[in-house]
């Protein structure tokens, strides 16, 4: 039996399961981003409703600032570190994984769990392995005669930030390792098992086949650990609160504080417009970069 | 295999070094749990939790989880049916303008969040958090979802629609109960965003018998000074829902990432 098609019938009903989705999205999204972009352009404590327009001030003062230089550099460092990090252990460990001789599952699970834990448990228990005195890491160096390596880990300007990085690595290595993990269980083993015949070894069938192989994987968690970058805050807030003297300072801890604790409403808006801008542009880069790889 | 299968050397070189990295990463889990063992087997967590405030900190986490969970499932399988089966103006458009919410770092909105769930009297409420988290969650579920129910052979729909049934009948008989498997995944990924959230309650709530689960450590930081026991208890107790959640659900949890990661 045949039914007449109806090509250029709408279901205009459709828009009724849209209103439940769009309400949340266009009061908490849309209508926020809006709310940053307009006040912005004000001097406003971020309670009253006393506001002085002021152009670009806002954005003026943000750009000279060297503390919020200093918490651009320090997210940056922070992205490049961890994203390249997380990416490169996980690789290793996804790679290796069919390798094994026992465990395969068993390390998968367990270096994913953190990723999963709330971030106030990985960042207590981690101030804990960092204190000076009874800290696990200061311990360790100890016990194996290395005493002229221990350090105030979280305390020391120039150790802050990293010490919170490694946190952050323990924390998502285990990521990348799946997402790396699910990409090579989809390629044709036949191809690399006929390479393996013809006498490639690991480090040519790695550098070869399976690195390029994983391009779009690498671009994906390229742009998840940039996103990721720019809302990192638990970690740093509950490890180093910024600290010592803002040596560990990120932008979202900036804008926590200017606008929580120093009641700076329109400067944090600016700064708020600036993460935005900074994520939208990094998605759209990438997404033309994914665009001329699968031509 | 990137190694040959009779390569031993190799093998047990990577081994090794899995092995190794795996106390790395076993050993601070190990640690929390021996810390919160520590003075007699159940004493840090019976003063954890014969704390009167304790329960209040869990119920209310529980609340905002359940809330949440409800109301993205409502959003995201009602969106998700749509844009997978139905023909309307502006289909592309409205859910690319939904999914880029997925590339916007929340913190950028906590102003305007802050200000209107004042507006909405929700201060010092937990039910605050709902709104930013079901917003938040919409674009990954809706994603997964959509994929999920464009999966469904066309024919059934079809088939039903002959027989007469209206869409809503459609979308209540046969792709939710055939979309269950993504529900499901949905239902962990906001469960775990709504346990784990820090930023929003630490901003939202100051009275204490509003507070949510993760603003418990900070409690025992404060009163306990460096008594790490009794933290290190308060946070086996956040956890073992995340552990449970874990066990049961890793087949959930793996099959969202690779759901997210075939964009």
């Given amino acids: ?295 | 295999m990137i190694f040959d299968r009779k390569d031993i050397i190799g093998r047990t070189i990577v081994q090794v070094i899995i092995v190794v990295m795996g106390i790395g990463w076993l050993y601070p889990l190990v640690r929390m749990l021996l810390k919160s063992l520590e003075g007699g087997f159940v004493n840090n967590y019976s003063a954890v939790f014969t704390d009167p405030g304790v329960y209040r900190y869990f119920w209310n986490s529980i609340v905002v989880a359940s809330m949440d969970i409800v109301l993205t499932l409502t959003c995201v399988t009602l969106a998700a049916y749509a844009f997978a089966r139905l023909r309307f103006p502006f289909r592309t458009p409205l859910f690319l303008l939904i999914i880029i919410g997925m590339m916007i770092p929340g913190a950028g909105f906590i102003i305007p969040w802050f200000m209107t769930i004042k507006k909405l009297g929700l201060i010092d409420n937990p039910l605050s958090l709902v709104g930013p988290h079901v917003a938040g969650g919409i674009p990954f579920g809706l994603m997964l979802i959509r994929t999920f129910f464009e999966g469904i052979p066309k024919e059934i729909n079809e088939a039903a629609i002959i027989d007469g049934a209206s869409k809503h009948v459609i979308f209540r008989r046969i792709y939710l109960p055939l979309g269950m498997p993504a529900i499901a995944t949905v239902t962990i990924y906001t469960f775990l965003g709504s346990w784990n959230d820090y930023l929003l309650p630490l901003i939202f709530l100051q009275n204490e018998a509003a507070m949510t689960v993760t603003l418990l450590p900070q409690k025992f930081v404060v009163f306990a000074g460096t008594n790490y026991g009794k933290i290190s208890a308060a946070l086996m107790a956040i956890s073992i829902p995340i552990f449970l959640v874990y066990l049961f659900g890793q087949r959930f949890l793996e099959k969202g990432l690779t759901a997210g990661s075939v964009k």
């Fill in chain 1, 1 to 295: 039996m045949m039914f007449p098609k109806k090509r250029t019938a709408y279901d205009y009903d459709a828009y009724l399961y849209l209103i439940p989705a769009l309400l949340f999205i266009g009061l908490f999204i849309y209508y926020g981003a809006y709310f940053n972009v307009y006040h912005s352009f004000f001097k406003w404590n971020g309670i009253s409703r006393n506001m002085t327009f002021i152009g670009f001030d806002n954005y003026v003062t943000l750009v000279k600032d060297p503390k919020f230089i200093k918490a651009i550099t320090n997210t940056l460092t922070y992205m490049v570190i961890t994203v390249i990090l997380q990416a490169v252990i996980g690789l290793f460990v996804a790679v290796v994984n069919d390798s094994l001789f026992f465990g395969k599952r068993l390390f998968k699970s367990l270096f994913f769990l953190p990723n999963i834990m709330s971030l106030v448990v990985v960042a207590v228990i981690f101030t804990e392995l960092y204190n000076f005195n009874t800290g696990a890491v200061n311990e360790a160096l100890r016990a194996i005669g290395l005493e002229n390596l221990v350090r105030d880990w979280t305390g020391d300007p120039n150790l802050a930030l990293f010490a919170v990085m490694a946190t952050n690595i323990f924390t998502y290595m285990g990521f990348s390792m799946i997402i790396y993990f699910t990409a090579i269980t989809q390629f044709n083993q036949e191809v690399i098992e006929s390479a393996k015949m013809d006498g490639a070894g690991f480090l040519q069938l790695f550098t070869r086949m399976i690195f390029p192989m994983l391009k779009s994987t690498h671009s994906l968690l390229l742009i998840l650990g940039i996103i990721g970058s720019l809302k990192t805050f638990d970690l740093v807030w509950l490890i180093t609160g910024g600290g010592p003297a803002r040596s560990s300072e990120v932008v979202s801890t900036y804008l926590y504080r200017s606008y929580v604790l120093e009641y700076k409403g329109g400067y944090s808006a600016a700064i708020s417009n600036l993460i935005m801008m900074i994520a939208l542009m990094m998605t759209w880069v990438q997404s033309r970069i994914q665009k001329k790889w699968d031509v």
